[in-house]
């Protein structure tokens, strides 16, 4: 079978300003990602080999996001807002390159997926010259309808153009289309702009294709995959399906979540069979969690790893850098950044680890911290195997505690301590005979007196 190439054109220019930012509307974030990115992975995942961005003038942060995803890319600008088909037209250098389908989508549906593209791309490759992806919906106002006779597109009727039977069809427009690389760059440039706002529609290509001739047909995806982002509460809502997205992903591929609806994922967020997710999770960008592996209740994990079997939490803290070994625990109210921690060690409680290497079989006592940052640089603890750290312990890096090293509580390390080695970082304990009571004594007494300032 003959592989077909595919140019994806992203329109992300003039979309939306209602969103009330300084931010681009299509850099805002969806599970972690900008909504731009979220389109990215998914014509990434489908395949295309050459991806267009069209943006607005002035949006370098734009291009750089979009290079720094997908460094191939092309960025193009739409210098004036004349509507999708000029939009579209900004990137027609890439069009000049041969490619089998040409896919417009836009940077503000962030919930298309690469199954969907690949509906798309599908309908071409078997002789479609136009593909639109439309949607079933119990509520059309306010959307584009698509007019189908005997499995041909033959319009795409806007709400205000509509009549009263064709207000009542429920298949409308997404907006995302396919075009055959042949034809791809002649039906835009047959585009014009008689219309009331003297823009260029894309829409307007289904119309010129059948007057050709040429084969339009429609295929359906999900109303949900097609919202498209234009306030806060879009946002909003779109967030709340792509966590609905991913909860249902994780327990069909094998994972258990205790109350699925408190648990929220990033988008690259990667769980193994078997892990189980409590109540009130989240997953921040970069995490893992390997099989078998539990995270307990009201904890955040970010570019992390998680090893196998594991327990994290609850009220756990994972920082970015953080890698646990198999069969490793890390206990409430436990804080890990930059850090590893080697097979079966262990942090149980009440303890911040940063920087640091804490070896297999480890343990790390209550209330033990490492000081890493000196005010101006951060600095390594290391912590050998099978080494045990005293509750209240305080580690000042740079320090080295060898293999099977004993800390004793409430002891401040500033020097190494060798292999199998007791180290003991505290005052000597004296205790003073009768001085409690004397103390008491005169405490009270201070509290007369100033009680007796205050009557009088």
């Known amino acids: 079978m003959t592989t077909r190439t595919c140019l994806s054109i992203v329109l992300a220019a003039g979309l939306g300003t209602r969103m009330k930012s300084e931010l681009p509307k299509v850099m805002h974030d969806i599970g972690g990602l900008p909504l731009v990115g979220h389109v990215l992975k998914a014509l990434t995942s489908a ?125 409308c427009n997404s907006g995302i289309m396919g075009f055959s690389g042949a034809h791809a760059l002649s039906l835009l440039e047959s585009i014009g702009n008689n219309n009331a706002k003297n823009e260029y529609y894309l829409t307007d290509a289904v119309e010129i294709a059948n007057a050709q001739g040429l084969k339009v047909v429609a295929v359906t995806g999900s109303e949900t ?126 303890s911040y680890i940063g920087d640091a290497s804490v070896g297999s079989k480890s343990n790390i006592g209550a209330g033990t911290i490492t000081c890493n940052y000196d005010g101006y640089l951060k600095h390594r603890t290391e912590i050998g195997a099978s080494s045990f750290v005293g509750s209240n312990s305080t580690l000042v890096a740079p320090v080295q505690i060898g293999n099977g090293a004993f800390v004793a509580a409430g002891s401040v390390i500033t020097d190494s301590v060798d292999r199998d080695a007791m180290a003991f970082g505290r005052a000597r304990q004296t205790a003073k005979e009768g001085r409690a009571k004397k103390l008491r004594e005169d405490l009270q007494a201070a509290k007369d007196a100033k009680a007796r300032e205050t009557k009088s």
Do not use: W
């Open 47 to 171: 395949g295309s080999e050459r991806i267009s961005v069209v943006t607005g003038p002035e949006m370098p942060e734009l291009e750089a996001l979009v290079f720094d995803l997908v460094p191939s890319a092309r960025c193009y600008v739409q210098k004036e807002r004349l509507g999708t088909a000029h939009a579209a037209l900004a990137a027609k250098p890439s069009l000049k390159f041969e490619a089998d389908d040409v896919v417009v989508l836009f940077g503000d549906t962030p919930l298309v997926t690469s199954e969907t593209v690949g509906r798309v791309r599908a309908a071409l490759a078997e002789g479609a010259d136009i593909a639109v992806l439309g949607f079933e919906t119990t509520n059309p106002f306010g959307y584009g309808r698509l007019l189908t006779e005997e499995g041909r597109l033959v319009a795409i009727r806007e709400e205000r153009d509509a009549s009263e039977t064709e207000r009542l069809v429920t298949f």
């Open 225 to 350: 995959e097609t919202k498209g982002i234009n306030t806060r509460a879009q946002l909003a809502s779109c967030e709340a399906d792509f966590q609905e997205r991913m909860r249902s992903a994780a327990m069909d591929a094998g994972c258990t979540l205790l109350a699925p609806h408190t648990v929220f994922f990033s988008h690259d967020t990667e769980l193994g069979t078997d892990v189980t997710v409590e109540q009130n999770v989240v997953f921040g960008t970069g995490v893992t969690v390997a099989a078998g592996a539990r995270v307990r209740a009201f904890s955040h994990l970010e570019g992390a790893q998680v090893g196998a079997g594991s327990v994290v939490g609850p009220y756990a803290r994972l920082r970015p850098g953080t890698v646990l070994g198999a069969e490793s625990k890390i206990g409430n109210f436990v804080e890990v950044k930059n850090a590893t921690f080697g097979a079966g060690a262990k942090a149980n409680h009440l």
